[in-house]
């Protein structure tokens, strides 16, 4: 069973780190149909001033809203999700995703969480996170 | 150049439909590692009572990041992104995305919008949508 039964403002969500390769990003890029240079040519993304290609927002939030539903005790759990895009992730990148409950609200049984990523260079990717998950399946 | 530089509160997005093949499906599958079965297997997405397959939540959330990014002017106009999973998306489905304009700051340079993303089949597949868009990508 997941934490989620038990949640109080404060609890901190179990943070995931995921190291990003040009491979996920030419999956992702394959599976969007987003196939932009900067994120899969590498000098292409050195020469519009980029240190190298860099992954999609979507695959970073994707990433986010992989490590809200593992904590949460499955994807069905999480009834919305949003973020801003602050900071590119490069490849070969390790995002560190985290969180905290901000609220619990026992009606309709949503927890908010506060959410952001950060890279192993020290760059804040995402921001302003916010995620809300069902506490209770069956009400979905 | 697209539309972004004249915005006003009121000002429509263009829709955009796409139809959502279990192909597509299966990509965002291997492209996020989620392989839960009411994605890609039939049988058990009928046994657990859905009519069918369902698209991944994040997979409808990164069409409608798409419509918000075509009619901007480029994936890098969107600032942040966010949305209710409401309803699911089968496989085989129409998804049609639409937005408002709801508000425009000059300063720091960033519109607003309102979206939403419904099925060919009349569920409102994805509520609360909200976006921030760049108005001058110079300041991003």
């Keep these: 069973m997941s934490a989620v039964g038990t949640l109080r403002a404060g609890d901190v969500m179990t943070p995931l780190s995921r190291l ?10 394959e599976a969007s149909g987003d196939h932009n240079p900067i994120h899969v040519d ?13 992954a ?3 695959l970073d939030l994707g990433i ?17 999700i949003g973020c801003r895009f602050s900071k590119p992730l490069l490849a070969g990148d390790t995002i560190t995703c ?17 959410l952001e990523a950060v890279s192993d260079r020290g760059d804040r990717v995402l921001t302003h996170g916010r995620a809300e998950i069902r506490l209770d399946r069956s009400r979905s």
């Excluded at 969180?99 to 969480?113: F, S, W």
Aim: aromatic share 4%.
């Design 20 to 29: 990003v390769t040009q491979a996920q990003i030419d999956a992702y890029a």
């Design 42 to 54: 590498e000098e292409f993304a050195r020469s519009v001033g980029l240190p190298g290609t860099i």
């Design 56 to 58: 999609h927002g979507m």
């Design 64 to 80: 986010l809203t992989d490590a809200v539903a593992r904590w949460a005790g499955g994807s069905d759990r999480v009834a919305s």
């Design 98 to 114: 985290t969180g905290t409950v901000v609220e619990v609200d026992e009606e309709p049984g949503i927890a908010v969480l506060s």
